[in-house]
């Protein structure tokens, strides 16, 4: 606050809101969870759910709250907090903050749309990213935000087995770099380099038999959150 404010509050202070990216892979294709707007302004445009952060209820807080509303699966899902977006003219009605949040779980099921929303439903992601489909606000740029992040977050932490619903196996596991990464990866490397990480996979001692080829280990996420070394993206993918 400058010397000349008088220590008094803005007359006209911004909103604040959260909006939640929350990524799911079905049918191998990464998905993110859009609603189609019922109100002004962009009504009928699909956005990113979301929305006005209640008095007395932090962020955090508030995140949690969209995210069981949208879901009914907060406890299940990793979710953490993306960025802040605060330009002027973001939102039409008046200065709105937002803060972004990630989510992502294992093959989630159909939304339900809420109170404000006309429907909502799960979506490609690459023609949203891509400029194909419009988004309201500025949500695109969240969204390119955000699968940025996933992708770096696959390189460094143990993230990726959120994707998967226990037990999994190691070729679950790399369907999840791939989809997430777009570009598929060598099968051997891969499994060697996750079984030989330290705390990033723990086997169940079970197998799953498939109606042809081997029977396959079954694994539980371990209790690591930093991956060393890193599962670079460059590293282990083979060309098309």
Known sequence: ???????????????????????????????????ERGNAPYRGRLALPGGYVRPGEGLDEAARRELAEETGLDGRLHLEQLRAYGDPDRDPRGRVVTVAYLAFGPDLPVPVAGSDARA????????????????????????????????????YTTVAAAFCAE????????????????????????????????????????????????????????PAKALSPPLLRSGDQVSR
Not at 126 to 155: C, K, M, N, Q, Y
Request: charged share 30%; net charge positive.
């Open 167 to 222: 037990p999994f196996t190691v070729a679950d596991l790399r369907k999840v770099y791939e989809v997430v990464w777009g570009a598929p990866l060598d099968p051997s490397n891969f499994r060697r380099k996750v079984t030989r990480a330290e705390g990033f996979l723990e086997p169940t001692g079970g197998r799953r038999v498939p109606e042809a080829g081997r029977p396959a280990a079954l694994y539980r996420r371990g």
């Open 120 to 155: 909502a439903r799960w979506e490609a992601v690459e023609p949203l990213v891509s400029g194909t489909t419009p988004l309201a606000f500025d949500h695109a740029d969240i969204l390119r935000d955000a699968l940025e992040r996933a992708r770096a977050r696959l390189e």
């Open 1 to 35: 606050m400058s010397e000349n404010s008088g220590g008094r509050r803005p007359a006209d202070p911004a909103a604040v809101t959260v909006d939640l990216v929350i990524f799911t892979i079905r049918g191998d294709e990464l998905r993110v969870l859009l609603v």
